[in-house]
């Protein structure tokens, strides 16, 4: 059953109210007209979609630097103020398919498409582009550009140029919501960072860690390579949030990274925004996380991820409404992303909406019928609803996908031991320890097992543990429903303070 919120006549809470409302009005017009009752369809204002571009050359090896190129075009389009950029999730979908330029514009809600391809030839590359409008398929603009492979990042300024001008934003003029310091890697430099960006853009442990190592082959190569250090964080960010890696070894390398990436270059969403995930999740600095997200978003309007994690961050502090909003922007932005949609999910699950929260996850899981994060917060809601057995099965459809992962593990031995299958419970519990030999299994999961089977000594002993650890989980320990059986004990409260998370 979802939480009844209480009314309270506090002139504090008004005001608050009224700065989120505002806040709302003023960083996304889009609501705005909803609420006047305009048209969703942003036709008045420029939006586009950069498509992956064609690999001429036909080379696999050379993949990475077709769909590198593209996304660094993107990036540089993303910092125009005043311009709507699709994510690349939602626009690289389209690879190699542009039949019905119309549909994808809706589907991308975008006015305008830039395709192109590329070859290298020698130690040239050579970039054609057009830009397209999808209201009618039409052409507005081709242009073609040859450059040294040692001076790509003059070739992505002056494509950048032509298209803000063919935009109707002067090229001259163009405002940059804060001016880039963008530095001029070297070819080889700059070849592992996109190949590291493109294992980065998979997310998985092993990806990751491979992003890990190009990223540093290309700060060997360019110790002033601040988009690399920015990779960096990424990485370990994502490697801290899922526990494949312990969060004191995690964290703070990416806080470590991300400093650095600034230290190069302070105009730089990417690296605010890891210090934003860093502060809230491993920090647990609520005030310094949410002036990183802002930061980062202020820097680049564009940049998706940035909305996502604050989302996070709002739907901790329990100001779901404000979470939501930023959700939405992240989903305008990068519409088809499966786990973008798949986190407004567990922010209803968060916030005690529970048949919302299913809701949200089935549509997530008809887009894409493996995302395991899907699975595992559906479960979740299920089991809110005491409806077990499709918890289970849940459970069961994520661990198919990440087999061995300590956190789906963690979850299908609380709802055992929660639905009275106890037995089961501990064999999980003897393979989460077995685990823990020769791999980082988070406490906070453990814990959880033992909160299941109703032990609360263990429960405690562990979450303890969880907190020496630095356990990113615990930043839901107030919102989390698992916690239901030990949550009358003064104990948990006293681990609520501990982390500090606010009343």
Not at 4 to 32: D, H
Not at 105 to 118: C, M, P, Q, Y
């Given at each position: 059953?979802?939480?009844?919120?209480?009314?309270?006549?506090?002139?504090?809470?008004?005001?608050?109210?009224?700065?989120?409302?505002?806040?709302?009005?003023?960083?996304?017009?889009?609501?705005?007209?909803?609420?006047?009752?305009?048209?969703?369809?942003?036709?008045?204002?420029?939006?586009?979609?950069?498509?992956?571009?064609?690999?001429?050359?036909?080379?696999?090896?050379?993949?990475?630097?077709?769909?590198?190129?593209?996304?660094?075009?993107?990036?540089?389009?993303?910092?125009?103020?005043?311009?709507?950029?699709?994510?690349?999730?939602?626009?690289?979908?389209?690879?190699?398919?542009?039949?019905?330029?119309?549909?994808?514009?809706?589907?991308?809600?975008?006015?305008?498409?830039?395709?192109?391809?590329?070859?290298?030839?020698d130690d040239r590359i050579v970039v054609s582009v057009r830009l397209i409008d999808t209201k009618d398929g039409s052409q507005i603009w081709t242009g073609q550009y040859s450059e040294n492979m040692d001076n790509i990042s003059a070739l992505q300024g002056r494509i950048t140029s032509a298209v803000a001008e063919k935009l109707q934003i002067e090229s001259t003029k163009i405002d940059l919501q804060i001016p880039a310091k963008k530095s001029a890697p070297g070819k080889e430099a700059y070849a592992f960072y996109l190949k590291g960006r493109s294992f980065w853009n998979l997310r998985t442990p092993s990806d990751l860690k491979k992003g890990i190592d190009l990223f540093r082959q290309a700060i060997a190569l360019d110790s002033a390579y601040a988009a690399a250090y920015s990779g960096l964080a990424d990485c370990y960010t994502a490697l801290g949030y899922g526990s494949f890696m312990a969060p004191r070894e995690a964290f703070p390398r990416a806080l470590e990274a991300a400093t650095k990436a600034l230290q190069i270059d302070s105009t730089l969403a990417e690296p605010h925004a890891s210090l934003g995930y860093y502060k809230f999740y491993y920090e647990w600095d609520w005030a310094a996380a949410e002036q990183e997200f802002r930061a980062s978003i202020a820097r680049n309007a564009n940049y998706e991820i940035a909305y996502d994690w604050y989302g996070y961050y709002l739907t901790a502090m329990r100001r779901y409404d404000e979470a939501r909003i930023i959700l939405q922007k992240a989903g305008e932005l990068d519409p088809l992303s499966v786990p973008i949609s798949t986190d407004m999910g567990f922010s209803f699950y968060y916030g005690g909406n529970y048949d919302q929260a299913i809701s949200v996850l089935k549509e997530s899981l008809q887009k894409s019928p493996t995302f395991p994060l899907a699975h595992l917060w559906l479960g979740r809601a299920y089991q809110a609803k005491n409806r077990y057995k499709e918890a289970i099965s849940e459970y069961k459809a994520t661990m198919e996908t990440t087999v061995g992962w300590p956190v789906a593990l963690a979850a299908i031995g609380n709802v055992y031991g929660e639905s009275g299958q106890k037995e089961l419970a501990r064999q999980i519990l003897d393979t989460l320890i077995s685990l823990s030999s020769n791999k980082f299994v988070t406490a906070y999961g453990v814990a959880l097992v033992y909160a299941g089977l109703g032990e609360k000594e263990q429960a405690f002993l562990l979450l303890n543990k969880a907190f020496d650890e630095r356990s990113n989980w615990l930043v839901w320990l107030k919102s989390d429903p698992r916690w239901a059986p030990i949550s009358s004990d003064k104990r948990y409260g006293e681990m609520v303070n501990k982390v500090g998370l606010p009343h």
């Open positions: 059953m979802a939480r009844k919120k209480e009314l309270v006549r506090s002139p504090t809470i008004v005001a608050s109210l009224g700065v989120i409302v505002a806040l709302a009005f003023l960083l996304f017009p889009k609501l705005k007209a909803k609420l006047n009752g305009k048209n969703d369809h942003e036709k008045d204002s420029p939006s586009i979609a950069v498509l992956p571009f064609e690999n001429v050359n036909n080379n696999p090896e050379l993949a990475y630097f077709s769909d590198g190129l593209a996304e660094d075009i993107r990036d540089d389009l993303s910092r125009i103020k005043g311009l709507k950029v699709c994510a690349r999730t939602s626009s690289f979908q389209f690879r190699g398919n542009i039949a019905n330029v119309r549909q994808i514009g809706e589907k991308l809600r975008a006015n305008t498409l830039l395709d192109g391809s590329l070859q290298i030839q």
